[in-house]
């Protein structure tokens, strides 16, 4: 495949997964590994014939040395071409004069003559008396570079690839529930929600990333005052994992209880995002009991989420608490005296 055949293919292939992972009824039809297997056999066959490439024997090459190396090197790189009978000898006579070059051939008649007939490639030689001995050419690693950049460039592409396919891996473990679990566990989020935003609340996993994800940089959104919340697949299968296991897995679990309370919130009408989540901290001690927590546990998740809130939105401050987000401060909750984290 030319080299630039093969580059086309390898944007229209990284376009192809672009577009399989921002469209939902794609993924349905188009199983991740069958274009990944398609681009790991075109990587496969353009390293291979590459190598065989390299190895077939054909015309012989010119070692005659270019323009530009004898402009850059000079001497070193000089040769002279004598034709002898049925014989032609390349000698490399550095800096030596014609008539020095012509004793040396005296000097060697019999050791020429000896050469047979063909082309033979000298050694350097810089005097008169210099001895007869064939070039040794050095090795050639050009071969071996290529093949090297050729694996290198195959495996960068399949690597890139395989990170843009299962980079949505646990979005894929969300639609892979049995449709009870997740029936289920919408329905618990949705209860949380309402309960949060005092109103009837709808939670939506956004499967098909046109809210949330990826492309928008958000793992939750929320109509402000509205019904509808929408979170990332990701999102909602860690709190299925909870509510299944009645654990917690760390952050993760911590990060996704705050974002369902944070968004929550905003149902309720809040339009600040810094007072959304200190508030959504607090509620989400509730949110974790729900999902089948301890209080404990429930209570030192969002600790953690509170703790780590300057650090976590350093890059959008907006989202930083205030100082009155603390026990007895201004947006204090007073939920029951138990769960501000």
């Known amino acids: 495949m030319p080299f ?31 274009p990944f297997l398609a681009a790991a056999a075109v990587e ?12 077939q024997p054909g015309a012989a090459p010119d070692r005659g040395p270019q323009q ?34 012509a004793e040396w051939l005296r000097h060697h008649r019999a050791e020429l003559d000896a050469l047979g007939p063909g082309r033979h490639e000298l050694a350097p030689i810089e005097t008169a008396e210099s001895p007869l001995s064939l070039h040794v050419p050095t ?8 093949a090297r950049l050729r694996l290198l460039q195959a495996l960068a592409v399949l690597a890139l690839l395989a990170g843009l396919f ?13 449709v009870s679990a997740r029936q289920a566990t919408v329905s618990l989020l949705d209860r949380q929600a309402a309960r949060i935003a005092g109103h009837p609340a709808e939670v939506i996993c956004d499967v098909g990333g046109r809210h949330v994800g990826y492309v928008q940089d958000a793992d939750g959104l929320a109509e402000i005052g ?17 509510r299944h296991t009645g654990r917690s897995a760390g952050a993760s679990s911590g990060q996704a209880i705050a974002v369902l309370a944070h968004e929550a919130w905003h149902l309720h009408g809040e339009t600040s995002e810094a007072f959304a989540n200190c508030f959504g901290y607090q509620s989400g001690v509730q949110v974790g009991e729900a999902l089948g927590l301890s209080l404990a546990a429930a209570r030192q998740l969002m600790r953690e989420q509170l703790a780590d809130n300057p650090t976590d939105f350093a890059a959008t401050p907006q989202y930083i608490v205030t100082s009155g987000c603390k026990r007895g401060g201004s947006l204090d909750l007073h939920l029951d005296g138990r769960h501000f984290p």
């Open 166 to 178: 299962f980079l949505d891996r646990t979005g894929e473990r969300w639609r892979r529930l049995p």
């Open 226 to 242: 509205g019904r509808r919340l929408w979170l990332t697949p990701q999102i909602c299968y860690r709190l299925y994992l909870v």
């Open 4 to 34: 630039r055949s093969l580059w086309l293919w390898r944007l229209l292939l990284l376009g192809f997964v672009i577009v399989w992972l921002l469209s939902d009824s794609l993924q349905a039809w188009v199983p991740p590994l069958l």
């Open 44 to 55: 496969a066959q353009f390293f291979l014939a590459g190598l065989r490439g390299a190895g």
């Open 139 to 146: 090795a050639r690693r050009q071969p071996q570079r290529r």
């Open 68 to 101: 530009r190396d004898l402009d850059e090197l000079g001497w070193a790189s000089h040769t002279v071409t004598i034709q002898r009978d049925e014989s032609v000898l390349v000698l490399r006579p550095g800096a030596m004069e014609v008539e020095e070059i």
